[in-house]
């Protein structure tokens, strides 16, 4: 039997807001879904499990000294409160569908204050189109968005296959909400808002930006079934013409400070008109961006284009011909480049990639254009009226902006020498393999291991989302160690480093099967506060902090096409990487912020790709290699 996912309101509208505490659209049973009630529940590990592992995984961050106090630190906790806290999630986890989801969907995004763009939204690239000017601009856009309706009504009539991990089947609500949700600001929490398809009130149009203007574009004709792609290109070029001049960039205020941004809210829709265009954005099935302007250097395009899709390049350039609330907003820009920005709450990037990976096809197939006839509906104009003070708040929200985009430091490259082929020649786990060149090439950098973060799926449970692979370990340290050392003879590395790799695939194998300990810390933590308790000890201790001050924030967003996914660093001193690994290349996607100068995105590309020619060449001469 199905699970409630959630409650619904009469209008079909799934909402999550600081006052309800629910956070999933209950989809019907079909195809797609045919699996999910056979889905586990997210279990709550066992405590004791999670205090060794936690111990074990910051032994290598602290020095003895440190590690004996959190040791007893950690003592104290499992007698007390440990196990109180341990009950009341268990007892959470018997009441609800997944214990986690909505305590991760508020504690993640929606209480979190920061701007989205950098900080929570990835961009992804495409690969480069081959169009050079406008009409090629406006003619690949009307495939784009032809490829898009392509992949929905493979999501609305629940078509997708079931995904798998191995032989289990994975979570598909994801799929439900990135085309039909948005989030909205809130003073100290945000709201989210699905629009799931199986509602009477699923959304049938997309929302399309041109020079800071937004417009809303029917894509269903009279008949219910998807605009032809000449269609398309009709009101496309239409509302090109219409919005000829700049207009005020009202998006920016999107990319503000979340509490600075609901204010600037509250007071937009108060106004009628306001107040309709943001319903028509918030209820679209996502926006499609039509950029205009390119940095003057174009000298390496692939990094520019990371950058045009991760924060727009700045009121300068395309920052404000977005609404980062909405959870896809597809970029068309010049010369060829293209890619999409998501905002995270709905999802996380495999779903995203799976669509971009059928568009992207899409667009590059054979399809006839149809005919333009019968003429849709002409696309909408959102208007609009902006008050003296909101024109200020936008002018903040453009210096603001301006700030975070100098300070990124962002840069992609194709690493073409191996991919996944090589690791599995010498029978380790690519992903493993890649993890511990990351933190190796950082150990080189900087002399000490880092605090490392992978995203680890949980979607194999009911609701799932993620939980973290805490890459740095006791054997990736031993490994950094015996590699930087120059009296290390070749066998020992290739030893050390077989067990490091076997160590992360252990760990990762624990974390999908929902033995991690990240998200259950959380959860104890959360408990104590929801309880009116202090927060325990451990979690105001030094090595939690350190060990939660993730300087690697790392994540695999494998795809079949050649696009590379970006992503902010989660601390001011840290890097963000992000690989799509295919059989033959690596894409990366490494970031960095300017504040802090040891932290240099470009140095760091230079020594992750010597450490992976390093770590090839250990094994040469090996029996093994079958390259
Ligand atoms: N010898 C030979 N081959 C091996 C091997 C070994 N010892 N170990 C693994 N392989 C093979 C696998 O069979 C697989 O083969 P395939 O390419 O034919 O599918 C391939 O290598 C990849 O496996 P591996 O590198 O171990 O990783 P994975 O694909 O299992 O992925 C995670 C690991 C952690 C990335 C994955 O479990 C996960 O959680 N992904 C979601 C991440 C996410 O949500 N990211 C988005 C954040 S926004």
């Known amino acids: 039997m199905l699970r409630i996912l959630s409650r619904s309101t009469s209008r079909g509208i799934v909402r999550v807001t600081q006052c309800t505490s629910t956070a999933m659209t209950q989809p019907p049973p079909g195809k797609m879904f045919s699996l999910q009630a056979s889905l586990p529940r997210l279990p709550v590990p066992p405590l004791e499990q999670t205090l060794n592992k936690y111990l074990k995984s910051v032994r290598p961050l602290l020095s003895d000294e440190e590690f004996k106090t959190t040791e007893q630190i950690v003592q104290d906790f499992s007698r007390n409160p440990g196990p109180k806290l341990q009950k009341l999630l268990e007892y959470k986890a018997n009441q609800e569908e997944n214990w986690l989801s909505d305590w991760w969907m508020k504690t993640a995004y929606l209480e979190f204050r920061s701007p989205v763009p950098v900080n929570v939204s990835p961009g992804i690239v495409f690969p480069r189109q081959s169009y050079r000017d406008k009409e090629g601009q406006l003619r690949f856009a009307s495939k784009l968005i032809a490829g898009v309706l392509d992949f929905k009504v493979m999501i609305d009539t629940q078509n997708l296959p079931v995904e798998h991990m191995g032989k289990k089947p994975l979570c598909m609500t994801q799929y439900y909400k990135i085309l039909s949700a948005c989030r909205t600001p809130g003073k100290k929490c945000d709201s989210w808002a699905c629009y799931p398809p199986n509602e009477s009130n699923a959304p049938k149009h997309i929302i399309v930006a041109h020079n800071n203007q937004f417009f809303s574009l029917d894509v269903y004709g009279a008949d219910g079934r998807p605009l032809s792609e000449a269609q398309i290109y009709r009101q496309l070029k239409s509302l090109v013409q219409e919005s000829a001049q700049v207009a005020t960039p009202v998006g920016l205020l999107t990319t503000e400070n979340r509490s600075t941004w609901a204010k600037a809210y509250s007071e937009l829709v108060n106004d009628q008109e306001n107040s309709a265009s943001l319903r028509k954005i918030n209820h679209s099935i996502c926006l499609v961006c039509l950029d205009n302007n390119l940095p003057q250097d174009m000298s390496d395009e692939r990094s520019v284009a990371a950058q045009q899709m991760l924060h727009g390049g700045g009121d300068s350039l395309n920052s404000g011909n977005r609404w980062f609330d909405k959870t896809i907003q597809f970029v068309v820009g010049r010369e060829g480049i293209s890619g999409l920005t998501y905002e ?90 890649l993890q511990n060149a990351i933190q190796l090439a950082y150990y080189r950098i900087h002399n000490e291991p ?28 031993e490994f950094c160690k015996a590699f930087v050392n120059s009296n290390t003879p070749k066998e020992r590395k290739v030893e050390l480093l077989r067990n490091a790799v076997q160590a992360h695939k252990s760990y990762t194998n624990e974390v999908i099967q929902g033995n991690g300990i990240d998200r259950h810390l959380l959860g104890l933590k959360l408990a104590a506060i929801k309880n009116g308790m202090n927060v325990p000890d451990l979690h105001m201790d030094m090595a939690y902090t350190l060990s939660t001050h993730f300087r690697m924030s790392t994540s695999q967003v494998p795809a079949h096409s050649d696009s590379v996914l970006v992503f902010g660093p989660v601390v001011p001193d840290g890097y963000g990487v992000c690989y799509n690994p295919q059989e033959t290349q690596v894409h990366f996607g490494v970031s960095a912020f300017n504040i802090t100068p040891e932290t240099n995105s470009k140095n760091y590309i230079n020594m992750l790709r010597n450490t992976l020619l390093e770590m090839r060449d250990l094994f040469q001469g090996s029996m093994q290699s079958k390259l």
Request: hydrophobic share 30%; proline share 8%.
């Open 450 to 477: 880092a605090p490392h973060y992978e995203t680890g799926t949980l979607r194999m449970f009911h609701l799932g989302r993620t939980d973290t692979i805490r890459s740095c370990s006791e054997a990736s340290l």
């Open 344 to 433: 995270h709450t709905s999802a996380e990037g495999p779903p995203v990639v799976m669509l971009l990976d059928h568009v992207v096809k899409y667009c590059s197939e054979n399809h006839s254009p149809g005919s333009d006839t019968p003429a849709p509906a002409t696309p909408t104009k959102l208007t609009f009226n902006l008050s003296k003070n909101i024109k200020e708040m936008i002018d903040t929200a453009r210096t603001h902006l301006d700030v975070l985009v100098d300070d990124v430091d962002l840069n992609v490259f194709v690493f073409k020498d191996y991919g996944k082929n090589f690791p599995k020649s010498q029978k380790m786990s690519p992903d493993s393999f």
